[in-house]
T-cell receptor, first 113, second 110 residues
């Protein structure tokens, strides 16, 4: 039981490049989330998926797209990376949107030059 | 808009020196208040959920309490392994989203 896994752990991009961050969970959770964490700020929700087949914008969705590939996998895509997207990205999952516990992955540290 | 403010930003303790972290919040109806622990380079790890004023939860040297405006995380006789960043988050009763504070970084020296 690996919980929530994320790939890659580290990534460096040049401005304008694209990439996809991968996330998978093996806890049979229905809801999945993407957050970003910046120094001095709390975790901010980018996008979420309440259940397989649905996705919705969170607090800071601009510049990102997501795909809920199946119940296990939720990917985050940066189409044209910008330096402002330099951050640590966390994927999380929970049984439902109103569950009292979200389980987080280990994070992806992204630097955009 | 939901707001969560944690204080202090950083806390340096001697091993065995008990202290408290504060989480002040404003939310339109509280569904739950959450405490997470985050180690450097890792994702947040769930500690507690509190649902109503007066509720308390304990885990080893940690005890979380809740009032209508704030929550405290008390660390009793801390050990170096308690060093981490502690995050507080709230979930409103009419929303799904967790609103996080910036965290308190605790360093416990042996």
């Amino acid at each position: 039981n690996a919980g929530v896994t994320q790939t890659p752990k580290f990534q460096v991009l040049k401005t304008g490049q694209s990439m996809t961050l991968q996330c998978a969970q093996d806890m049979n959770h229905n809801s999945m989330y993407w957050y970003r964490q910046d120094p001095g700020m709390g975790l901010r929700l980018i996008y979420y998926s309440a259940s397989e087949g649905t996705t919705d914008k969170g607090e800071v969705p601009n510049g990102y797209n997501v795909s809920r590939l199946n119940k296990r996998e939720f990917s985050l895509r940066l189409e044209s990376a910008a330096p402002s997207q330099t951050s640590v990205y966390f994927c999380a999952s929970s049984y439902s949107l109103t569950s009292d516990t979200q389980y987080f992955g280990p994070g992806t540290r992204l630097t955009v030059l | 808009e939901d707001q969560v403010t944690q204080s202090p930003e950083a806390l340096r303790l001697q091993e065995g020196e008990s202290s408290s972290l504060n989480c002040s919040y404003t939310v339109s109806g509280l569904r739950g208040l959450f405490w997470y622990r985050q180690d450097p380079g890792k994702g947040p790890e769930f500690l507690f959920t509190l649902y109503s004023a007066g509720e308390e939860k304990e885990k080893e040297r940690l005890k979380a309490t809740l009032t209508k405006k704030e929550s405290f995380l008390h660390i009793t006789a801390p050990k170096p392994e308690d060093s981490a960043t502690y995050l507080c988050a709230v979930q409103a009763s009419n929303d799904y989203k967790l609103s996080f504070g910036a965290g308190t970084t605790v360093t416990v020296r042996a």
